[in-house]
């Protein structure tokens, strides 16, 4: 292993780890000491231009700063290392990976999110992701700047905020969902409540009346496990004036469905789908884990949902609001209509 600026800094290692850039970074972050698990990502974490980090097993440490991951030349790790590191960062986060629960997904402190997967599961050695948050406190305004939508574009979205559309965020992983759907809620008027629901609490939202819900691992036992089916059941008692769904991944967008059909509106989701017109399939595939078939989730979405909004992150890195529409029941299936926005 090669010798790092953790090292360099007297910080507790608990992998082993080092990491050492071939560059220094553009500009330092003032913040707290990061905590000493992750002193071996410390370059990275403080670089303002990285969003993701990956370590492949025994591979490799590869950086992303908005353009495609690059590997970090010296980077040194062996797979026992890189385990150790991963079952340190999940304990990090209060949960646990271990051989019965190989894939594990935390938040940490500052928002960052941590997703570690073991062998054999990983077949080519232990898979370490991180998402480090950037452009959570920019606000709509500076994602305008930064090209997600024009001036007018900017309007139609505080108009449909202002008007209590039901919303769904749409996009392939890194396109920027969770952050748009941040910098919409911070629009909400301050009077009223916002709950939402997440797997792993990501979203980051400038409202002093927001409750966050975070579904919880089962313990050893298997014992304990609260899932998002559940939470979004138990948001209900809590009168929520805006009910948000971080991601809808199963069974609990039946529950989410029912929600906004019966008077909570001005609520939101996000769902991975590669294109607005996959849109329809994804709620499918997820309305079938609900038990709902095709018709009835044909009814349900398209009176629930007011607009999708389908993100896209372009080679260059930058992100857009790439098309909008509206979901309609063609011949008793789920379509999507696309809507004019320019």
Do not use: Y
């Not at 800094?9 to 698990?37: C, I, N, S, T």
């Not at 935390?106 to 997703?115: F, S």
């Not at 029912?258 to 939101?268: E, V, Y």
Request: charged letters at 25%; glycine letters at 14%.
């Amino acid at each position: 292993m090669s010798a790092g600026a953790a090292g360099a800094a007297g910080a507790v290692d608990p992998a082993g780890v080092a990491a050492v850039e071939d560059q220094a970074p553009e500009k330092a972050v003032v913040r707290p000491p990061w905590h000493p698990v992750l002193e071996p990502f410390v370059e990275f974490l403080d670089d303002p231009g990285v969003t993701d980090l990956f370590v492949n097993g025994g591979d490799g440490l590869f950086v992303d700063r908005g353009s495609g991951a690059t590997r970090v030349a010296r980077w040194r790790a062996r797979e026992p290392e890189v385990r150790d590191l991963a079952v340190a960062l999940i304990g990090l986060g209060g949960r646990h990976i271990d051989d019965a629960s190989p894939c594990v997904d935390v938040r940490l402190d500052g928002g960052i999110r941590v997703h570690a997967v073991l062998p054999p599961i990983a077949s080519g050695g232990t898979a370490i992701s991180i998402r480090v948050p950037r452009a959570a406190d920019v606000g709509l305004a500076g994602l305008a700047a930064r090209g997600l939508v024009d001036v007018r574009g900017r309007e139609r979205l505080e108009r449909l905020v202002a008007d209590r559309e039901n919303l769904l965020i749409s996009g392939a992983g890194g396109s920027g969902k969770t952050t748009l759907l941040g910098a919409l809620l911070a629009l909400v008027p301050h009077s009223e409540r916002i709950v939402t629901i997440e797997d792993v609490a990501e979203l980051r939202v400038d409202h002093p009346h927001h409750v966050r819900l975070e579904a919880r691992q089962p313990n050893l036992e298997g014992a304990g496990g609260v899932g998002l089916a559940r939470l979004v059941r138990e948001a209900l008692r809590m009168r929520p004036d805006r009910l948000v769904v971080g991601e809808c991944r199963g069974a609990e967008v039946r529950e989410l469905l029912s929600a906004l059909n019966t008077g909570h509106d001005g609520g939101a989701g996000t769902l991975h789908a590669n294109g607005l017109e996959d849109v329809p399939a994804r709620l499918e595939a997820l309305g079938a884990l609900a038990g709902l078939d095709d018709a009835a989730l044909a009814r349900q979405v398209a009176s629930a949902i007011g607009c999708v909004l389908h993100l896209e992150r372009g080679r260059d890195g930058r992100r857009r609001l790439a098309a909008v529409g509206r979901p309609i029941v063609v011949r008793g299936r789920l379509g999507i209509e696309a809507v004019p926005w320019s």
